[in-house]
Structure formats: C-alpha cells, structure tokens
C-alpha cells in the first residue's frame, strides 16, 4: 500500500516491484511437471495463493510458464481471504462444490498449506520451501544478495540426472560465462576488432562468447594451431638447446617423449641414438636438472640437422595457413593461458613472413613462468582473467594443485593439431593428431561425459545470458571460480570418482588425474610414490584418493611446494 507516499509515487514503486517479481520468480520443474501429468489425467487444477499481488500479475506469470490451462485462479488479493485462516479453502470449496476429502493441496507453507487444510478435512502435501536440486549446488547463507541469486538461478534452472552435465552447468558454466564476458569488455576497450580462438581450448570458449557477446561487434575466429603446430615451424629461427628447453612443458617432470615433442621428431625413428646416449622411451627428466644434462645436449646437437630440415618444411606450410585465415594487423587471441608461448611463436612466424602484426593475449591466467617468454620478446602484450603475474607479481595461481582437471574442461572433442598440409585448391589444412579419447574408432570412457559436461556449461552461459538481471555480470573472478576450486581442492568422493580415472595427456605423455596404488605398495615401495605424485596432475585429488580421510590437502600440497 506504500503509506505516506502520492498515488504517482506508489504507482511507480508498485510498477517497479512487478518488475522485480518478473525478474526472480521461476517455475519449480518438479511442480511443472506434476501439473502437466494432473493435466493429462484429466484431473482439475486449481491455483491458490495468499499472495497481495494483482490477479492480473498471476495470471500473466502463470501464462508466461506454460501454466495457463487451469480451472481456476485463486489469491488473497482478489477474495480479501487467506489460506491461514481457512476461509480462502473454504471460499474455493463453496464455489467449485468440491468435497472436502476428494482434493490435495500442495504447498511450501506448513501452517498454511498442511496444517489448516489437513484441519479442515482437505487432504494436504507439504513440501520444502526451497529443494537443492544438485549437489553441485552450494548454498551460502552469508553470501551477498546478488550471488545468493546466482546460486538460485543455478539451482532452479539446472537439469538433473546426468552428474557430469549438472557439474558443467552449476560449476564450470559460471567461471566460463564470466571469462568470455571480461574477455569482450576488454577487447573493446583494447580497440580489438577480431579475437582468434585458439584450438583446442578455444573451442569452447568460442561458442560461448557466440552465445554472450555474439552481438557486440567483435569478429570471432577459430585458429586450428596448437604448441606444437606452432612450436616446431619456428625451432630454425632459434634452434638452441637452452631455447628449446623454455618451450617444453612447465612441469616437474619431462619424459623423453616431450622432448621428441618439442624438436617435432618422432621419438620411435630415433630409439637407438637415443639409446647411444644412453637414454631409452621412457627415460624422465627432472626439470631442474636439464640444462646440466650433458648427454640430452649432445642428443639434441646430433639431431640438430634433422630439426632444421623439418621445421623449415613446417614452416613453410604454417605460413600458408595463416595468410589463408588472415592473420595480421591488430588483433587479439584467446587461449587458456599459462605463459604466453604461442602468441610469441606466432610473432616469430609472422616476423619472418614480414607481415607487420600487433597481437594482445587474453588468457584465463598468466602463471608466473611467463617471464620464460617474455626474455625472448619483449613486445608480448598478455592479460590474465583469474590471476595475472605479469600485472601482480605477488597474485595466486590458484588451480596449481588441479591444473590437469582444469584443463580437461576445455578441450574441443577432437585430436590436437600436429601440422598443417596442402589439400589441393582448398589450400593449407590443419592435420589432427588421432583425438586421445578414442581408440579404433571408438569413444572411451572419457569422452561422452565431457560432452555433456560442456553441453551444461553453455547451457548455463545460454540460459544466462537472457536473464535481465544476471545477464549484467559484475561478479568477480574468484567468485565465478568458487566452485570449481572447492571442487579442484577439497574434492568430494563423487568428484574423485568421476574424475579421479580420466586419462591426462600433455606433449605425448599420459597419466591419469588422480589415480594413486594402494597405500600398502607405497609403503612397500616409498620411490614410486613421489615419481606417480609428481605424474599426477591433480595433486590434492591424489593425497585425498590415497589417504580417504578429511585432511587439509590443499594446504599439504603447499607446504609440499615450499619445502620442495
């Protein structure tokens, strides 16, 4: 009623409060499809509410959910009555000639929907005000308005029964929507007119900015490249051991077969020089060590010839391509990060192609280890969503502990990009390594879930998008990566299960997620325990998965790294 104020006054605060009611009011899935099974059993349906708000407003909002085909509408606003006295129920009853034992009434309110019509001989159906729907839904009573109504958004509009889809939609589907979003606020005010995703993690990414900022004037592309693809194509421009060793792997450990990987030769051709060096397939190198390795230099100046030979070749064919997708003048690329390695190979192509270039880097996260490539160009313009080492030297890196699990997200369900070849009058074309997740032809395990995992994320960044309220943004990134830490740090067995097992593959080298022996043949064999540690790629999953008790694994995992 809005005491005290002038009827153009309330009339706009009353206007103003339906709007806000359109915005948040959703229908419950569950209670929609009871009605649509009422319906089609030729049962009566009638809507019965205490709610102050105008019939018209009702019956607008039931029409706007598919709910319109109902015998009657009754609300306190219209008949003056309510359901907490009885006299609404008995208002109904009177006008429709309803028995009192012939009908059910379902509502959220104990008092009003259970107790006064069980009172009055009606029977009654109580259900929870509000039902988490997944438990990928956390609800945080401490939270702020707007991410409260997030997290109901979330709750009310996720699809329930495939766990791997409800963890795309109520986990990973956030953090993506607030990437893309940041990613086209910043391309605009960078005056970046085309942003090229790079495969394969752009590929998601790219159908997501589609759906959120398909409308706002930036041109989007897909750019089949790879580290590789890229990589091996310029090793003649700089074909030094210490050069190569900066474009490997970042990681603890680094097999023989990413070494192979990085000078683009394949590793089976060259088994027994290797083997003269005194090196076999599955030699492994730590990382700190490489520069010192005197034998692994000296395989790389015998092979020397051989890299040069081929990556002139592969050059040649990478430059075809790029001419072919337009790459040049002022543009940005879009890549799950770490360091900024193929925008500056792919500087170095375009160097040398004498096409003038100026490229700017939007990554999810620029680790520390950027500076690597930075040494070698001092032009790299990169940005990171989530942190950013280059802006903030102190920042976080906050899915260390779960890299692998992160960036199985991401992949487009196909093979990596090895090289590029002429394919007749259509010109250079990407060629495909054979896609991990799959063999003879057939999908393993892998793959159909993180389909559906994908599927719900740009479900969520479709569904999103077109709420007036939401659609806005204005949640920071830690807050859309909430989630998927907790589930990165402190994963519950569900999420160990449904993840712990999946294959990792990283520049040749396999290993699964989190995947640990039993404790006994550690204790039997304390060494394999650090080296299978060290090949994980999701270390907290692994201490949790190997312990199976509740400890501070993340915590753990850091106290590890420091006195590493």
């Known amino acids: 009623s809005y005491p005290g104020l002038s009827p153009a006054e309330r009339d706009e605060l009353a206007d103003r409060e339906l709007?806000?009611?359109?915005?948040?009011?959703?229908?419950?899935?569950?209670?929609?499809?009871?009605?649509?099974?009422?319906?089609?059993?030729?049962?009566?349906?009638?809507?019965?509410?205490?709610?102050?708000?105008?019939?018209?407003?009702?019956?607008?909002?039931?029409?706007?959910?598919?709910?319109?085909?109902?015998?009657?509408?009754y609300v306190s606003s219209r008949f003056r009555l309510t359901k907490r006295t009885g006299r609404l129920f008995a208002e109904l009853r009177r006008r429709e000639q309803i028995r009192p034992g012939s009908w059910i009434h379902i509502g959220d309110s104990f008092e009003s929907d259970f107790r006064i019509p069980r009172k009055m001989k009606i029977k009654a159906i109580h259900i929870p005000a509000r039902t988490i729907r997944s438990d990928f839904v956390r609800m945080d009573p401490k939270a702020g308005l707007k991410e409260r109504v997030l997290k109901a958004f979330i709750n009310n509009h996720i699809s329930c029964g495939d766990p791997y889809y409800e963890f795309g939609f109520a986990c990973f589907g956030m953090f993506l929507w607030g990437y893309v979003n940041w990613i086209a606020a910043n391309a605009r005010r960078d005056g970046i007119g085309t942003l090229f995703f790079l495969s394969?993690?752009?590929?998601?990414?790219?159908?997501?900015?589609?759906?959120?900022?398909?409308?706002?004037?930036?041109?989007?592309?897909?750019?089949?490249?790879?580290?590789?693809?890229?990589?091996?194509?310029?090793?003649?421009?700089?074909?030094?051991?210490?050069?190569?060793l900066d474009m490997l792997t970042p990681s603890m450990r680094v097999p023989l077969s990413s070494f192979f990987d990085g000078i683009g030769l394949p590793l089976t051709e060259y088994l027994p020089l290797a083997a003269s060096h005194g090196f076999e397939a599955g030699s492994c190198f730590e990382r700190k060590g490489l520069s010192e390795n005197e034998g692994l230099r000296a395989l790389f100046e015998e092979l020397r010839p051989a890299i040069l030979e081929n990556s002139k070749k592969e050059f040649s064919l990478l430059s075809d391509y790029l001419k072919e997708q337009g790459v040049g003048g002022r543009f940005g690329i879009v890549d799950i990060g770490w360091s900024g390695s193929m925008q500056r190979f792919l500087l170095d192509a375009l160097d040398e192609l004498g096409i003038p270039a100026s490229i700017k880097g939007y990554y999810v996260g620029l680790a520390d280890y950027y500076k690597r490539n930075e040494k070698?160009?001092?032009?790299?313009?990169?940005?990171?969503?989530?942190?950013?080492?280059?802006?903030?030297?102190?920042?976080?890196?906050?899915?260390?502990?779960?890299?692998?699990?992160?960036?199985?997200?991401?992949?487009?369900?196909?093979?990596?990009?090895?090289?590029?070849?002429?394919?007749?009058?259509?010109?250079?074309?990407?060629?495909?390594?054979?896609?991990?997740?799959?063999?003879?032809?057939?999908?393993?395990?892998?793959?159909?879930?993180?389909?559906?995992?994908?599927?719900?994320?740009?479900?969520?960044?479709?569904?999103?998008?077109?709420?007036?309220?939401?659609?806005?943004?204005?949640?920071?990134?830690?807050?859309?990566?909430?989630?998927l830490y907790h589930a990165g740090t402190d994963p519950s067995g569900r999420m160990?299960?449904?993840?712990?097992?999946?294959?990792?593959?990283?520049?040749?080298?396999?290993?699964r997620l989190a995947a640990p022996k039993a404790l006994s043949a550690y204790i039997r064999d304390p060494g394999s325990l650090r080296n299978d540690f060290l090949k994980s790629r999701w270390k907290t999953g692994f201490l949790k998965r190997l312990f199976k008790v509740k400890l501070p694994y993340q915590k753990l995992y850091l106290l590890m790294r420091r006195l590493k």
């Open 19 to 73: 709007s806000a009611e359109r915005l948040f009011i959703t229908v419950s899935p569950e209670m929609q499809l009871l009605y649509r099974r009422c319906r089609e059993a030729g049962k009566r349906v009638f809507f019965i509410s205490d709610i102050y708000l105008p019939e018209a407003f009702m019956t607008e909002l039931l029409s706007a959910f598919g709910l319109q085909d109902c015998d009657g509408l």
């Open 200 to 244: 394969r993690d752009g590929f998601l990414m790219k159908e997501a900015f589609d759906i959120c900022c398909g409308e706002g004037g930036i041109r989007s592309a897909y750019l089949e490249v790879s580290r590789r693809s890229l990589r091996v194509p310029t090793l003649w421009l700089h074909c030094r051991y210490e050069w190569l």
């Open 376 to 483: 070698y160009r001092k032009d790299l313009d990169l940005s990171g969503y989530l942190f950013d080492f280059k802006k903030n030297p102190k920042d976080y890196d906050c899915r260390q502990s779960f890299v692998g699990l992160f960036e199985t997200l991401f992949p487009e369900q196909k093979g990596s990009v090895e090289r590029y070849e002429k394919h007749g009058s259509e010109g250079a074309r990407a060629v495909r390594l054979p896609y991990e997740y799959a063999s003879d032809g057939r999908s393993a395990s892998e793959k159909e879930p993180l389909e559906a995992l994908q599927r719900g994320a740009l479900d969520f960044c479709r569904q999103i998008s077109a709420h007036p309220f939401l659609s806005s943004g204005d949640f920071s990134p830690k807050l859309l990566f909430r989630e």
């Open 496 to 511: 160990l299960a449904m993840f712990g097992d999946f294959r990792f593959i990283d520049e040749k080298e396999t290993s």
